[in-house]
């Protein structure tokens, strides 16, 4: 089945502890990107990969990291997370050259820095 | 810059009324727009696009959507709705030179039996 994998789907932790989020996808997409929604808000774009070793800084990208060593994996990173991070995140991937067809999302992380 | 408004953070209807959940845009050129959907404890799931052509789109669930270039919305539309409808709906927009895919602030739809 064609799906975006996250893990875990939900996850408490505690100011300044790293973490991180496991975002895979099986469909052989070039384009990864992580999303934070917040309520209000919507969803906003923290990064995005057009390809292995191709990173950019979204919207909101302060206090993550990335990286994409594979096609099919995007790990989202928080160094030293905060409780202003506490947040729904999603992973999505799309066909470089096919994006008007929209992206696949996976389920959701839910996380809670307290 | 590309921005989506979604101006009703809540709609409520009654089964079997229409529903309508608004949305408009601020971008210049000829963007792609899309409608998702998300169930509680869910991710987005795509509902359907506006690329090119006939304004008046279709996609999953019986939905529909109608691109007004002059108005700049895209409104969702649903004939008649189900109780199963009740989630949270997202407008998005991109350009097709860039891919990134911009969000509203989502609508809450109740439908009520």
Redesign the interface.
């Known amino acids: 089945e064609a799906q975006?994998t996250q893990n875990p789907r939900y996850l408490i932790t505690v100011t300044g502890k790293k973490l991180t989020v496991t975002c895979s996808q099986n469909m052989n997409h070039e384009?990864m990107?992580w999303?934070r929604q917040d309520p209000?808000?919507?969803?906003?774009?923290i990064y995005?990969s057009?390809n292995v070793e191709v990173t950019d800084k979204?919207d909101v990208p302060e206090g993550y990291k990335v990286s994409r060593k594979e096609k099919r994996n995007f790990p989202l990173i928080l160094e030293s997370p905060s409780p202003n991070q506490t947040s729904l995140y999603?992973c999505?991937s799309g066909r470089?050259d096919s994006?008007?067809?929209?992206?696949?999302?996976?389920?959701?992380t839910r996380l809670t820095v307290v | 810059a590309q921005s989506?408004a979604?101006p009703e953070?809540q709609v409520n209807v009654a089964e079997g009324n229409p529903l309508t959940v608004k949305c408009t845009y601020s971008v210049s050129g000829n963007p792609?727009l899309?409608w998702?959907v998300q169930y509680p404890n869910?991710?987005?799931?795509?509902l359907l696009?506006y690329?090119t052509g006939d304004n008046l789109v279709k996609g999953s669930y019986g939905f529909e959507a109608e691109f007004n270039k002059s108005q700049t919305s895209f409104h969702l539309k649903k004939p008649s709705a189900l109780v199963s409808d009740s989630a949270l709906y997202?407008c998005a927009v991109?350009f097709?030179n860039d891919?990134?895919?911009?969000?509203?602030?989502?609508t809450t739809v109740t439908v009520r039996a």
């Open positions: 975006v384009y990107s999303y209000g808000l919507g969803l906003r774009q995005y057009m979204g999603f999505a470089r994006l008007h067809y929209g992206y696949t999302f996976g389920s959701g | 989506v979604q953070d792609y899309f998702y869910r991710g987005l799931q795509f696009k690329i997202f991109r097709p891919y990134k895919l911009s969000f509203g602030a989502g």
